[in-house]
Nanobody, 119 residues
């Protein structure tokens, strides 16, 4: 069973930067496609950024392109998202997700970490 634990959330002002981490255990991390999602109050969960198992393909939501960067370290079983130029509309709970081995459906989810950006 894959377990995902996010960390790095916090409260910061508009324009600030933050790096979220997601540590995986219980499986073969290097085979999983990984992603970050977020859910703001009263809104549906939305895709933020994704990275393939070997880091060869990155995808971003239009709302974060140019500001967020997803990366992974397979030796540390960890995926990151560097978030720059944060805006109040980035306020949300951020979730890490993983597919099965080389899969395309996100079957595993973390508990989430809160990011709050004040204006």
């Amino acid at each position: 069973q894959v377990q995902l634990v996010e960390s790095g959330g916090g409260l910061l002002q508009t324009g600030g930067s933050l790096r979220l981490s997601c540590a995986a255990s219980g499986g073969t991390f290097s085979r999983y496609n990984m992603a970050w999602f977020r859910q703001a109050p009263g809104k549906e969960r939305e895709f933020v950024a994704g990275i393939t198992w070997n880091g060869g393909t990155l995808n971003y939501a239009d709302s974060v392109k140019g500001r967020f960067t997803i990366s992974r370290d397979n030796a540390k079983n960890t995926v990151y998202v560097q978030m720059n130029s944060l805006k109040p509309e980035d306020t949300a709970v951020y979730y890490c997700a993983a597919t099965g081995a080389f899969g395309n459906r996100y079957d595993y989810w973390g508990q989430g970490t809160q990011v709050t950006v004040s204006s």
